[in-house]
């Protein structure tokens, strides 16, 4: 009773089979990842416009509280928020109607030189 190498049958996989597998896992888990990294990006610049934006709108508040109207020109002021330190750019402006004053509030950050966002209001002096 001889052994013969064609009525042997091995059961397993090859070493090709394993890391052609291993590859095609590589592949999918750098994508996973490369997805994550993205997301986590994304909601940073997400969570830093919510702040911006709550800044722009603290802005404005403050100057609808403020007693008559704002006189018209440029303002620049820090308005941190939630630990970020923000500068709020105030531009105001007459309007044909002289009880009321347009508003722009740019918001910027610390790290960018772009604004994170951009508010326009109008602040009436009717009380």
Not at 79 to 90: A, E, F, H, T, Y
Request: proline residues 3%; contains cysteine.
């Amino acid at each position: 009773m001889t052994c013969n190498s064609a009525d042997r049958r091995q059961a397993g996989f090859t070493l090709i089979e394993v890391l052609v597998a291993l590859a095609i896992i590589a592949v999918a888990l750098t994508a996973a990842l490369r997805a994550t990294g993205l997301m986590a990006s994304n909601h940073r610049a997400l969570h830093d416009k919510a702040l911006a934006l709550l800044s722009a709108q603290n802005a404005i508040a403050l100057l609808r509280l403020q007693p008559g109207l704002p006189r018209a020109g440029t303002q620049s002021d820090a308005c941190p928020q939630g630990g970020l330190s923000l500068r709020c750019d105030l531009t105001i402006s007459n309007t044909m109607n002289r009880s009321f004053r347009q508003v722009n509030v740019k918001v910027y950050g610390a790290d960018g030189p772009g604004a994170l966002i951009q508010l326009d209001g109008m602040i009436s002096g009717l009380r």
